[in-house]
């Protein structure tokens, strides 16, 4: 499976809108260099999906890429076939999948307006393996686990 970056979004202050930029720094074991949320141990990096996205915008939201909170608004991305453990490679750098989904705590702007959010179940996060510059347009190759490679024999 193969996509392609369509935004990338962050945010200096945690609870701040985030942002676009054109091109951002991963940073091993932390995440995105200026980015509000780097140095999670687990999720770094939130990626969804503009299909998901899509999703809520024929719901009549007025959104824009980084709404939810992701840093990587991706492209030709299925969601439904991540798995725990599937790396991503984008340019020289490698990300990991950590966790799909999250519990929301507290019920967002999103949900108030519609009723329901599609990060606690579309939303995919990631530590960086290996870090380096990623851009808008750059193409993002998904490698299934090993884990996953051996349970489909």
Do not use: W
């Not at 999250?102 to 870090?131: A, W």
Request: overall charge neutral; hydrophobic content about 35%.
């Amino acid at each position: 499976m193969k996509g392609r970056i369509l935004s990338i979004n962050i945010s200096l202050k945690k609870g701040e809108k985030k942002h676009p930029v054109m091109s951002a720094r991963l940073v091993e074991n932390f995440g995105i260099e200026g980015d509000a949320h780097g140095g999670e141990p687990l999720r770094q990096v939130s990626m969804l999906s503009s299909d998901d996205i899509g999703k809520m915008k024929r719901e009549g939201l007025i959104i824009s890429y980084g709404d939810f909170g992701e840093n990587i608004t991706a492209e030709n991305i299925d969601s439904s076939k991540i798995r725990m453990g599937d790396k991503l490679r984008i340019g020289e750098t490698e990300l990991e999948v950590t966790q799909i989904g999250k519990v929301c705590h507290t019920r967002c702007n999103i949900f108030d307006q519609v009723g329901y959010c599609i990060m606690p179940e579309s939303g995919i996060f990631l530590k960086v393996i290996r870090g380096g510059e990623i851009k808008v347009g750059d193409e993002i190759e998904i490698m299934r686990s090993e884990t996953d490679k051996n349970t489909a024999k």
